[in-house]
C-alpha cells in the first residue's frame, strides 16, 4: 500500500502520463487515451484479477500504476527515436520504457532520491512487457504472481482500448478485425474484456504461474498483429506523424546533447563531461517530457 501511495502522491511522471500520447497523437477531442488512462485500465484490470485469485492487491496495483512512468512523450514513435539517438551518441547504450520506468523510481523521482519501493514492485515494472512478442512464447523475467498479473493486464488493456480508439478515429470497422478472434474475445469492449479476464482468473486458479487458454492466447495474439499491421505501423493515421516525432525527438536529444548546460537538474551522480552520462541525463530529460 505504501509503495502504491508513494507513486500516487509523490511522483511527478506519474501526472505527466496526463499529456503523453497512448497511441493517436494530438487528437481532437478528449476521448482517446492516453498514457494515464492506459496505466488506470491496466491497474484496474490487474487488481480484478489478483483480488478473484487471492492475490496481493496492493502489489499488483503498485507495479500497475508505476509500470510505464518512464515512458516517452509520443508513444512508441518516440522511445523508437531516443533508443536510436542514443545508440548513435554511445554505442552500447539502450533506452527502453521499462527499464527507464525503473530508473525514474530508482534515482530521478523525489529530487533524485528515488521513491524506495519494493524489490518486488521494481520487479514487476521493468519485467511488465513483451513488446510485440506472443505470449505464450516469451518468458517475462517476473518474480511474483502479480508481477505476471500486471504483464497479462496491460496487454488485455491496450488491445482492447486501442480497436476502440482506432474505431473512433475512423480507422477500422469492428468487422475488419481476425472473425476468429472477434467471434473468441466478444464483440463489444466490455465483452472482451470479460472474456479475457475470466479466462485469466479460470485458468491460473490454484496454478502456480498466470496463464491464459490457448485459444484465448491465439485470439489475443491475431488481433495485436492485426493492430500493429493497421494501426501501430503501415500507412494509418495513427501512424502519420511517425517521420516528423522522430525528427523531433532526435533534434531535442542532439541539441542537449551538444548543450548539456541547458539540462534543468540532471542527476547528481551523472558526470556531464562523460559522454555516455551527458547521454543518459538527455535521455532522463526528453523521456520526462510530455507531448507539449
Given at each position: 500500500m505504501q509503495d502504491r501511495?508513494?507513486?500516487?502522491?509523490?511522483?511527478?511522471?506519474?501526472?505527466?502520463?496526463?499529456?503523453k500520447t497512448q497511441v493517436?497523437?494530438?487528437?481532437?477531442?478528449?476521448?482517446?487515451?492516453?498514457?494515464?488512462?492506459?496505466?488506470?485500465?491496466?491497474?484496474?484490470?490487474?487488481?480484478?484479477?489478483?483480488?478473484?485469485?487471492?492475490?496481493?492487491?496492493?502489489?499488483?496495483?503498485?507495479?500497475?500504476?508505476?509500470?510505464?512512468?518512464?515512458?516517452?512523450?509520443?508513444?512508441?514513435?518516440?522511445?523508437?527515436?531516443?533508443?536510436?539517438?542514443?545508440?548513435?551518441?554511445?554505442?552500447?547504450?539502450?533506452?527502453?520504457?521499462?527499464?527507464?520506468?525503473?530508473?525514474?523510481?530508482?534515482?530521478?523521482?523525489?529530487?533524485?532520491?528515488?521513491?524506495?519501493?519494493?524489490?518486488?514492485?521494481?520487479?514487476?515494472?521493468?519485467?511488465?512487457?513483451?513488446?510485440?512478442?506472443?505470449?505464450?512464447?516469451?518468458?517475462?523475467?517476473?518474480?511474483?504472481?502479480?508481477?505476471?498479473?500486471?504483464?497479462?493486464?496491460?496487454?488485455?488493456?491496450?488491445?482492447?482500448?486501442?480497436?476502440?480508439?482506432?474505431?473512433?478515429?475512423?480507422?477500422?470497422?469492428?468487422?475488419?478485425?481476425?472473425?476468429?478472434?472477434?467471434?473468441?474475445?466478444?464483440?463489444?469492449?466490455?465483452?472482451?474484456?470479460?472474456?479475457?479476464?475470466?479466462?485469466?482468473?479460470?485458468?491460473?486458479?490454484?496454478?502456480?504461474?498466470?496463464?491464459?487458454?490457448?485459444?484465448?492466447?491465439?485470439?489475443?495474439?491475431?488481433?495485436?498483429?492485426?493492430?500493429?499491421?493497421?494501426?501501430?505501423?503501415?500507412?494509418?493515421?495513427?501512424?502519420?506523424?511517425?517521420?516528423?516525432?522522430?525528427?523531433?525527438?532526435?533534434?531535442?536529444?542532439?541539441?542537449?546533447?551538444?548543450?548539456?548546460?541547458?539540462?534543468?537538474?540532471?542527476?547528481?551522480?551523472?558526470?556531464?563531461?562523460?559522454?555516455?552520462?551527458?547521454?543518459?541525463?538527455?535521455?532522463?530529460?526528453?523521456?520526462?517530457?510530455?507531448?507539449?
Amino acid at each position: 500500500m505504501q509503495d502504491r501511495d508513494r507513486v500516487l502522491h509523490k511522483a511527478k511522471a506519474f501526472r505527466r502520463l496526463a499529456h503523453k500520447t497512448q497511441v493517436f497523437v494530438s487528437p481532437v477531442t478528449d476521448h482517446y487515451r492516453t498514457r494515464l488512462s492506459h496505466t488506470l485500465e491496466v491497474a484496474q484490470i490487474a487488481r480484478t484479477i489478483a483480488r478473484a485469485l487471492g492475490l496481493n492487491e496492493d502489489l499488483t496495483e503498485a507495479i500497475g500504476l508505476a509500470h510505464d512512468l518512464g515512458h516517452t512523450p509520443y508513444g512508441h514513435a518516440g522511445e523508437e527515436a531516443l533508443e536510436e539517438a542514443l545508440q548513435r551518441a554511445v554505442p552500447g547504450l539502450h533506452f527502453h520504457h521499462a527499464a527507464h520506468s525503473l530508473r525514474v523510481v530508482d534515482r530521478l523521482e523525489n529530487d533524485g532520491e528515488g521513491l524506495n519501493l519494493t524489490w518486488e514492485v521494481r520487479n514487476g515494472i521493468v519485467s511488465h512487457t513483451k513488446g510485440r512478442g506472443d505470449l505464450a512464447t516469451l518468458e517475462s523475467g517476473a518474480a511474483t504472481l502479480e508481477a505476471e498479473v500486471v504483464m497479462y493486464a496491460d496487454r488485455i488493456a491496450y488491445l482492447n482500448h486501442d480497436i476502440d480508439d482506432a474505431r473512433r478515429a475512423g480507422l477500422l470497422r469492428l468487422d475488419d478485425l481476425p472473425p476468429t478472434a472477434l467471434h473468441r474475445l466478444g464483440a463489444t469492449h466490455g465483452e472482451r474484456i470479460d472474456t479475457l479476464v475470466t479466462d485469466v482468473i479460470t485458468q491460473s486458479w490454484e496454478q502456480a504461474q498466470i496463464r491464459m487458454s490457448d485459444s484465448a492466447v491465439a485470439a489475443m495474439d491475431e488481433v495485436k498483429e492485426f493492430l500493429f499491421d493497421h494501426v501501430y505501423l503501415g500507412d494509418s493515421a495513427a501512424n502519420a506523424e511517425r517521420g516528423r516525432i522522430k525528427q523531433l525527438v532526435t533534434a531535442l536529444f542532439d541539441h542537449y546533447l551538444a548543450n548539456p548546460d541547458q539540462l534543468p537538474r540532471p542527476h547528481p551522480s551523472l558526470d556531464l563531461a562523460q559522454v555516455d552520462d551527458r547521454a543518459r541525463a538527455v535521455c532522463d530529460y526528453v523521456a520526462g517530457m510530455t507531448d507539449r
